[in-house]
């Protein structure tokens, strides 16, 4: 129980990942609270965790919402009094290219991917570094190479890894672990839930899910990479690759993305 009686915050943790990651966290010792969007899934997500033995608390709470984020904070400290780990994993996605794409899809996927990144944080913050907890970003391969029709996506992908690089520097002396993790495709329904060029659901995947990591695989990675204080998580072989490629030839990176994008299902460019 090597997180026995910590308490873990995950955002977005009522499907995918986040999800995955309760669990994990919660059968790892921990006292978890998850927030959604949706009373019904939390319900579903609270079934599963109590199932296993965790003790837990769901908050209904919108990530893009600095007043939600309040709430979350203070919730989980009336409930368990204290916050020693925040996993910040709420985040949508996009398919669409940029100049076919309304604007207020932009501002929606910053709101919930950076936006909500940064409200969690601040307001965690105060209790983690009481407790020299850890922050865990989960971003994404994309936040170190941009894929063409996801502009809004990488953005708030890039953003959120400079903000914890950042972040992470100013708390290096108070012993406050900040871990980024990076999946790279992850078989959960985030591709299904991208919004497209107006703001409607894209409703299924372009890519084959069943060939992707699961999402308590993982989930598990960042169990590990947290116990072990880990200051970056990259995961996949085809992910590492990416990053390695696109920091020594990214002007060849820029015709592999393009080429390798172009042959997904339905793929915006014609």
């Not at 921990?30 to 965790?54: D, M, P, W």
């Not at 947290?226 to 060849?252: Q, Y």
Request: net charge positive.
């Amino acid at each position: 129980m090597k997180l026995k009686d910590k308490v873990v915050i995950v955002t977005g943790a009522t499907s995918g990942i986040g999800e995955a990651c309760a669990l994990v966290f919660g059968k790892a010792g921990a006292k978890i609270v998850i927030t959604g969007r949706s009373q019904e899934k939390i319900e579903n997500t609270l079934q599963l965790l109590h199932q296993s033995g965790i003790e837990a608390l769901g908050v209904v709470a919108n990530a893009g919402s600095e007043e939600d984020n309040r709430k979350v904070v203070d919730e989980t400290l009336n409930c368990f009094g204290k916050i020693d780990i925040l996993i910040n994993n709420a985040g949508i996605s996009m398919r669409a290219l940029f100049e076919e794409m309304d604007l207020s899809v932009f501002h929606k996927v910053m709101e919930t991917n950076f936006w909500g990144t940064v409200y969690a944080t601040k307001y965690c913050l105060p209790e983690i570094l009481k407790n020299k907890g850890s922050i865990i970003g989960v971003s994404s391969i994309n936040g170190y190479r941009g894929t063409p029709a996801r502009t809004a996506y990488t953005a708030s992908k890039y953003a959120m890894n400079g903000f914890f690089e950042s972040l992470r520097t100013e708390v290096m002396k108070r012993g406050v672990h900040i871990l980024v993790a990076c999946p790279g495709f992850t078989a959960s329904n985030i591709r299904n839930n991208a919004l497209t060029a107006d703001g409607s659901v894209q409703g299924e995947s372009p890519r084959e899910e069943g060939k992707m990591m699961t999402a308590l695989e993982v989930a598990e990675a960042i169990l590990r990479a947290t116990i072990k204080r880990k200051r970056d998580l990259v995961l996949t072989r085809e992910g590492k690759l990416a990053v390695f490629l696109n920091k020594w030839i990214p002007g060849l990176m820029d015709g592999i993305v393009y080429n390798h994008m172009a042959k997904e299902k339905d793929s915006p460019f014609k």
